[in-house]
């Protein structure tokens, strides 16, 4: 099999032209996080470092989204039996709910990144990603490969295979319907393939050229469905229907209708004793922090329980059994490390087999004599493990060993290397931290941990900075040899040479920030979301979950002759309300920033010019002028605008007032750019930073360009619109396209205030999820509509209050083929007349889905007036339904408008003008 990238990657050759074999597989040691969490933090840290050094054991979890991964599994085989974890997922989440912020798309798979990395903190895994996007909830296996393409998936899963290099791949899904989700389904299937395909140097030649090795697992597990088999078969949530129990394994290319038995089973619910909770309840935590699904995760009490996987492929001798574990079999002991090079078919090397003798005895030695009240006793023999490491590797790397035996074991005892060292400064009790300051005069924190400037969260290029590097020895023994910043591209950061090393005193750096320092912004990105999968910027980047931050800060110290050296992504920190000062990494941003608001607008319907405001934002004193880029025909006013700032921040907004020529077509979509000149540069981006209180921000860049088109809709006059923002969402700049200004109700609109003032209430997705006022008011809202109001009401995650009975049932429906036929039931009623006509072209053109949570039952007092569904899906009715209670109007719309509005869908805009226009008295 010779499979070769896609055309949208990057080429073999400038793959190969770019990396290096020790930096495209290894990961930067700087820490990122200034404050680890506490199961990393002192005896407990040391302890889980002992336990990790004893084996080489390694495996990785392949899955679809964040929040897929077995949490629980992946803690206890990390933390409580030492085992080098690792996480690849396929995407990013781009395509799920947010409960925590307006963020959608592209912006929602940065924070969903960003929630995942605070997650696997809590795993205690090593984190990768896939270059696929979630495009929505898919049905089937066929729907998700016909979008992301199988190769594209297959390249992700071997190259990170090859570079983490895991004894065992694991799954949680197993490539069949029980699975639930179509892009569940391709990591079942990929997982599997990818136990083949990464060790055949023919698949994917480009990564071997670019330094990588061929490296094949020894086991594959897929977790054991969740879902019985019965007298039906097997019921496949994705579609809602049952069907015939068949499971089919990728391996051996063989079907079976029996269930995967159950081969292995992890005891996540067991109690870990030094880390004082069970495994489980340590991953819910980590879980949890993907707040954006699910607003949070409850607790989880103590107690047994346990993960169940099966065995779907093994090359270990006598593994058709049930399993005592997944590396049941393998000698993943530190003298096993001799298997690499013998494979067990003939006696290791004498050299060899007495120095990992000697390994291993250093490592018994220390976890026999660790103290946590003395834990520098241990140092000696950790001291004296690093030297064998290295001194074996070296012998190694000399020594006419065959490959790739030769290569593999070496790469092993580098980790072990890295790990000893590790546990070295643990025990030592060595830190560091480093922070920009505004001076160097700042002593090291007085009585109380003072002494911390708040500091601006990003740089420029050619400004300079101060750091200050704090390090802490703990033991006695220990000196200080220097503290220094690096750059993390390979740009050269004038004024980063070596600091003293004084005593008992912390090293204040300089620095300037090169002068083509790019922005710290995301690697990956794609032209629209049209596009199910994100083009890359490198080879050496892909599979990480973002570029290393700009600068980092390292120490070396010196103890008994041996150099440890500890590295951190250099910091910022302000103060935020309720959590007091917050360190975040520095990060580098443009001089000069620009914004236009909206991004997405539909010219106005009275003919009147199309207001773009435009914001410039500077990170310095700067004056210049801003501009737009028109196309033919097209005119502003102004032509031209300055702005001036003495400081930081944002200059006044200009709004230009934009008009289209006579009789523009309403099939264009026409792209207006602004543009901010300054100091001879002309800057056309500006970014915004992704993220909520209590998670680390992400800066996300995006052109500063108005898209906008003639649309043919009509809405009644002087409306007068109340909204009810949810979890976020494009409906009420979509209500202003329309030239009406929804007023967004607080608690106490709802509550307490008149809402008669309004013709129309729109409640916003998810709304009932997190406004509980919501729920609260329906007696008001019920009095209001009888009185002649009108209520509409976008689509919600779970059963909500109506005038009449209405369910979402157990598991909502949803349709996601976004370009599955629309039947109109009702082509009279108003909703579907007034003031515009709406047809089945109007569901044309339509982007992701049609829509999510359409209702299962309803009373008779409502209406449904559309019919849509996937292929092989019952017929859904209950997505656009109305009802009259008393003289008003109450609609529940489940089709995902405010999906098509930000893409200027036009019959997404007819129909939200007719549901409107139904408030007018």
């Known amino acids: 099999m010779n499979m070769l990238p896609l055309a949208a990657q990057n080429t073999a050759q400038a793959a190969a032209a770019e990396a290096t074999s020790p930096s495209i597989i290894e990961f930067p040691a700087a820490r990122e996080a200034a404050q680890p969490i506490a199961e990393d933090r002192g005896a407990a840290a040391l302890e889980q470092s002992l336990r990790q050094l004893g084996t080489w054991a390694s495996l990785m979890d392949i899955v679809a989204h964040p929040d897929d991964e077995d949490g629980g599994m992946l803690t206890y085989e990390s933390r409580g039996q030492g085992v080098r974890a690792s996480l690849l997922t396929l995407t990013r989440g781009e395509g799920g709910q947010n409960a925590m912020s307006a963020d959608t798309d592209d912006a929602l798979g940065i924070l969903r990144t960003s929630e995942l990395l605070r997650a696997s903190e809590y795993y205690g895994v090593r984190q990768y990603f896939g270059t696929e996007a979630d495009f929505g909830f898919s049905k089937t296996l066929e729907e998700a490969f016909a979008q992301w393409g199988h190769d594209r998936v297959l390249y992700d899963a071997v190259l990170a295979i090859r570079r983490e290099r895991p004894l065992v791949l694991v799954a949680t899904f197993v490539g069949g319907i029980t699975d639930g989700h179509g892009q569940h389904q391709v990591s079942g299937e990929i997982e599997q393939e990818a136990y083949t395909a990464a060790g055949d140097p023919k698949v994917f030649p480009d990564q071997i050229k670019a330094g990588l090795e061929p490296w094949t697992p020894l086991k594959v597990y897929g977790r054991a469905p969740f879902a019985p088999i019965t007298d039906k078969g097997m019921f496949d949530y994705a579609t809602g229907k049952w069907a015939k129990a068949r499971f089919y394994n990728y391996v051996t290319k063989t079907w079976s209708t029996a269930a995967p038995t159950a081969d292995v089973e992890v005891p996540t619910g067991q109690l870990d004793p030094v880390l004082g909770r069970s495994y489980t309840q340590i991953a819910r935590e980590g879980w949890g922090e993907q707040r954006s699904q699910y607003g949070g995760a409850n607790p989880t009490l103590s107690g047994d329980g346990g993960s169940k996987y099966h065995l779907w492929a093994s090359r270990v001798p006598n593994s058709e059994a049930k399993d005592d574990g997944f590396f049941a079999g393998i000698p993943t002991g530190i003298e096993g490390l001799a298997w690499l090079v013998t494979e067990g078919k003939s006696p290791a090397p004498a050299w060899l087999s007495q120095g990992l003798a000697a390994m291993a005895a250093q490592v018994k030695t220390a976890q026999s004599g660790y103290?946590?009240?003395?834990?520098?006793?241990?140092?000696?023999?950790?001291?004296?493990?690093?030297?064998?490491?290295?001194?074996?590797?070296?012998?190694?790397?000399?020594?006419?060993?065959?490959?790739?035996?030769?290569?593999?074991?070496?790469?092993?005892?580098?980790?072990?290397?890295?790990?000893?060292?590790?546990?070295?400064?643990?025990?030592?009790?060595?830190?560091?931290?480093?922070?920009?300051?505004?001076?160097?005069?700042?002593?090291?924190?007085?009585?109380?941990?003072?002494?911390?400037?708040?500091?601006?969260?990003?740089?420029?290029?050619?400004?300079?900075?101060?750091?200050?590097?704090?390090?802490?020895?703990?033991?006695?023994?220990?000196?200080?040899?220097?503290?220094?910043?690096?750059?993390?591209?390979?740009?050269?950061?004038?004024?980063?040479?070596?600091?003293?090393?004084?005593?008992?005193?912390?090293?204040?750096?300089?620095?300037?920030?090169?002068?083509?320092?790019?922005?710290?912004?995301?690697?990956?990105?794609?032209?629209?979301?049209?596009?199910?999968?994100?083009?890359?910027?490198?080879?050496?980047?892909?599979?990480?979950?973002?570029?290393?931050?700009?600068?980092?800060?390292?120490?070396?110290?010196?103890?008994?002759?041996?150099?440890?050296?500890?590295?951190?992504?250099?910091?910022?920190?302000?103060?935020?309300?309720?959590?007091?000062?917050?360190?975040?990494?520095?990060?580098?941003?443009?001089?000069?920033?620009?914004?236009?608001?909206?991004?997405?607008?539909?010219?106005?319907?009275?003919?009147?010019?199309?207001?773009?405001?435009?914001?410039?934002?500077?990170?310095?004193?700067?004056?210049?002028?801003?501009?737009?880029?028109?196309?033919?025909?097209?005119?502003?006013?102004?032509?031209?605008?300055?702005?001036?700032?003495?400081?930081?921040?944002?200059?006044?907004?200009?709004?230009?007032?934009?008009?289209?020529?006579?009789?523009?077509?309403?099939?264009?979509?026409?792209?207006?750019?602004?543009?901010?000149?300054?100091?001879?540069?002309?800057?056309?981006?500006?970014?915004?930073?992704?993220?909520?209180?209590?998670?680390?921000?992400?800066?996300?860049?995006q052109p500063a360009r108005l898209e906008t088109r003639h649309v043919n809709v009509k809405v009644a006059h002087g409306l007068r619109v109340g909204y009810v923002m949810g979890t976020g969402d494009s409906a009420p700049e979509a209500i202003k396209g329309l030239g009406i200004t929804p007023q967004m109700l607080t608690a106490q609109d709802l509550t307490q205030g008149d809402l008669s003032a309004w013709d129309v209430i729109v409640i916003g997705i998810r709304a009932y999820s997190v406004r509980p006022e919501l729920a609260a008011s329906e007696a008001r809202l019920e009095a209001y509509e009888r009185a002649g109001g009108t209520v509409i009401v976008q689509y919600q995650s779970g059963d909500f209050p109506a005038p009449f009975p209405l369910t979402l049932g157990r598991s909502p429906e949803k349709v996601v083929e976004e370009s599955t036929p629309v039947k109109l039931l009702n082509t009279d009623n108003s909703l579907l007349t007034t003031p515009n006509r709406i047809t089945p072209r109007d569901f044309d053109g339509w982007v992701e889905e049609r829509g999510h949570s359409f209702l299962d039952t309803w009373d008779t007092a409502y209406t449904a007036l559309t019919e849509t569904a996937d292929a092989g899906q019952n017929p859904q009715r209950g997505g656009l339904l109305v009802a009259h209670p008393g003289k008003g109007t109450y609609v529940y719309v489940a089709y995902a408008l405010y999906r098509q509005f930000p893409e200027l869908v036009p019959g997404a805009y007819r129909l939200l003008a007719n549901l409107l226009s139904a408030g007018a008295k």
């Open 371 to 701: 103290r946590v009240n003395h834990p520098e006793a241990i140092a000696p023999a950790l001291k004296a493990g690093l030297l064998t490491a290295a001194a074996l590797r070296q012998h190694v790397l000399a020594s006419t060993l065959a490959e790739p035996g030769k290569t593999d074991l070496a790469a092993e005892l580098a980790i072990k290397e890295k790990q000893f060292e590790t546990a070295l400064a643990e025990a030592l009790g060595l830190d560091l931290q480093a922070f920009t300051v505004r001076s160097g005069k700042s002593g090291r924190g007085g009585p109380f941990g003072g002494g911390i400037d708040e500091t601006p969260q990003s740089a420029v290029p050619g400004e300079p900075l101060l750091v200050k590097a704090h390090t802490n020895i703990a033991a006695k023994g220990v000196v200080l040899q220097r503290v220094w910043l690096k750059g993390t591209d390979d740009r050269a950061w004038t004024g980063t040479d070596s600091a003293a090393a004084q005593p008992g005193e912390d090293a204040t750096l300089k620095a300037i920030v090169p002068a083509d320092e790019p922005p710290t912004e995301p690697y990956f990105s794609r032209p629209s979301v049209a596009q199910p999968y994100y083009d890359v910027k490198s080879m050496m980047l892909r599979d990480r979950p973002f570029a290393p931050y700009p600068l980092e800060a390292w120490a070396e110290f010196e103890y008994d002759g041996v150099p440890i050296r500890l590295g951190e992504v250099v910091q910022t920190m302000h103060r935020e309300p309720g959590r007091g000062g917050v360190f975040e990494p520095l990060v580098i941003t443009p001089p000069i920033g620009v914004v236009v608001a909206p991004e997405a607008q539909i010219l106005p319907l009275d003919g009147t010019p199309l207001p773009m405001r435009v914001t410039v934002h500077t990170e310095q004193a700067a004056s210049g002028t801003v501009h737009l880029k028109l196309p033919e025909g097209w005119t502003a006013k102004p032509e031209q605008a300055e702005f001036h700032r003495t400081q930081l921040g944002d200059a006044e907004p200009v709004v230009f007032a934009v008009t289209p020529p006579p009789g523009i077509s309403d099939t264009e979509r026409i792209a207006i750019e602004a543009v901010a000149d300054w100091n001879g540069h002309a800057y056309t981006s500006g970014w915004r930073s992704v993220g909520y209180p209590g998670m680390r921000p992400y800066n996300v860049y």
